[in-house]
């Protein structure tokens, strides 16, 4: 009888060490899933390269070509449907000073794009070039700018955006450490004509 006793206790031994188990498993694996959920901070280093290389010096060039770039295709790129989300997408990229502009004059030409169903479209036609001026950063982004009104075409020119980037010190909502003082177009540089016919 006592090695059946041994037998049933060794065997509620073993299904104890595997409940045990199975529930420790179990608990690891939902905190595991729930660490996945959750959102990773994202680190921009200026001057990087590729993975694990970084070039000093290089860093505000970067993020001021980057930042302008992106700033002129969304602006640059819309419609009568979508111009009040860019209009209001565009004003967190902005400093306070040029928000504050550009708010007194968002519902007037909002109410224009809306009512003439403006849109428009911006690419890159080349390089984005920066120099900077002192502390002032002054990007130019070059591209082909199409304007229609409803299905007709109004305008298509070649344009630059010159975007001047104030520094700020960076955050979770702005990495990049940068917002834009100030964007307009200007007319773009004129091509050289060399002898010959073209």
Request: no cysteine; hydrophobic share 40%.
């Amino acid at each position: 009888m006592s090695r059946h006793l041994d037998y049933w206790s060794n065997l509620e031994r073993s299904n104890y060490k595997l409940w045990l188990g199975f529930w420790v498993m179990t608990g690891l694996a939902v905190l595991e899933a729930w660490s996945l959920g959750q959102p990773r901070p994202v680190h921009i280093v200026p001057g990087a390269v590729a993975p694990s290389l970084s070039r000093p010096g290089v860093g505000v060039e970067l993020v001021a070509k980057d930042y302008a770039q992106r700033y002129v295709l969304s602006i640059g790129n819309f419609t009568a449907d979508t111009a009040r989300a860019m209009y209001t997408m565009s004003l967190e990229s902005l400093t306070p000073e040029a928000a504050s502009e550009l708010r007194v004059r968002m519902e007037e030409d909002l109410a224009r794009i809306e009512r003439d169903k403006i849109a428009s479209a911006f690419a890159l036609t080349g390089e984005v070039t920066v120099r900077i001026d002192g502390s002032v950063v002054v990007a130019q982004v070059p591209g082909r700018k199409k304007v229609y009104a409803g299905k007709t075409l109004i305008t298509e020119e070649l344009s630059v955006y010159e975007v001047t980037l104030a520094s700020v010190p960076p955050s979770d909502t702005n990495p990049y450490g940068v917002r834009i003082a100030s964007a307009r177009p200007i007319p773009p540089p004129q091509r050289a004509k060399t002898g010959g016919a073209t």
